[in-house]
C-alpha cells in the first residue's frame, strides 16, 4: 500500500514532468504600440529550405491533446481534441501554402496556446457540410490572432520578428464544446516589423 507522502510525491512528479513539457516552449505575449497583443515564438523549431516536416508538426500538436484555453476577450474555453494535429499538417489549406507562410503555419504551432488567449473577433458560421454535422453540430467560430517569428541571417544572427494575422478555426460540438480545429489565412503584416 503506497504511503500519502509516497503519493505526493508521485503527484509533485506528474506536475513537473508537465510543467517541463510547457516550458520546453520559448513563448512570449508583446503588445504593439497601439496596444495589440501578439505572441512571439522565439525559436524556429520547424525548418526546411524548401518545405516544412508536416508529419512532425502532427506529433508536437499532439502535445496539446486534452489541454484547453481560455480567450480572454471573450470567456470562451476553447478545447484540443484530435483535429488540430490532423487537420492543422494535413488540410487543404495547409497544403496550398507556400515558402514564409507554410513556415510561419509550423512554427505557429508552438504558440497556439497564447493565440487562443489573446484572439479576438469572435465571428459565428453556420455549419453548412454535411460531413461535419456531428462534429460541428452548432457551427464554426473565427477568431483573430497576431503572432511573429524570428528570421535569421545567412550567418544565423537573428535580424528582425515577422509579424502575422491568422484566423483561429473553432467548431462548436456536439458536447456544447468549442474545440480548436484549424489556423488558416496566415498573411504576414506589412507594417513594420519587430526589431530585436
Not at 44 to 57: C, L, P
Not at 83 to 110: M, R, V, W
Request: aromatic share 12%; net charge positive; charged share 30%.
Amino acid at each position: 500500500m503506497i504511503s500519502y507522502l509516497a503519493l505526493l510525491d508521485v503527484c509533485k512528479q506528474i506536475n513537473d514532468s508537465s510543467q517541463s513539457k510547457k516550458q520546453q516552449r520559448n513563448v512570449s505575449v508583446i503588445q504593439d504600440i497601439d496596444g495589440n497583443n501578439i505572441v512571439v515564438i522565439n525559436d524556429i523549431r520547424f525548418k526546411g529550405k524548401r518545405s516544412i516536416d508536416w508529419k512532425e508538426v502532427r506529433a508536437y500538436l499532439k502535445e496539446y491533446l486534452g489541454d484547453f484555453y481560455k480567450v480572454a476577450s471573450t470567456g470562451d474555453v476553447i478545447y484540443i481534441g484530435s483535429d488540430p494535429p490532423s487537420e492543422y499538417s494535413g488540410s487543404k489549406y495547409t497544403h496550398s501554402i507556400k515558402g514564409t507562410n507554410a513556415k510561419a503555419k509550423a512554427n505557429a504551432a508552438q504558440g497556439i496556446p497564447e493565440m487562443i488567449e489573446i484572439a479576438l473577433g469572435k465571428h459565428f458560421r453556420e455549419n453548412k457540410e454535411r460531413k461535419h454535422w456531428r462534429n460541428a453540430m452548432y457551427g464554426w467560430y473565427r477568431y483573430d490572432t497576431r503572432f511573429a517569428i524570428p528570421v535569421y541571417k545567412d550567418d544565423e544572427e537573428m535580424e528582425r520578428y515577422n509579424i502575422f494575422h491568422a484566423s483561429l478555426i473553432v467548431r462548436y460540438s456536439e458536447d456544447r464544446k468549442m474545440y480548436l480545429y484549424d489556423i488558416i489565412d496566415i498573411k504576414k503584416e506589412t507594417s513594420n516589423p519587430i526589431e530585436p
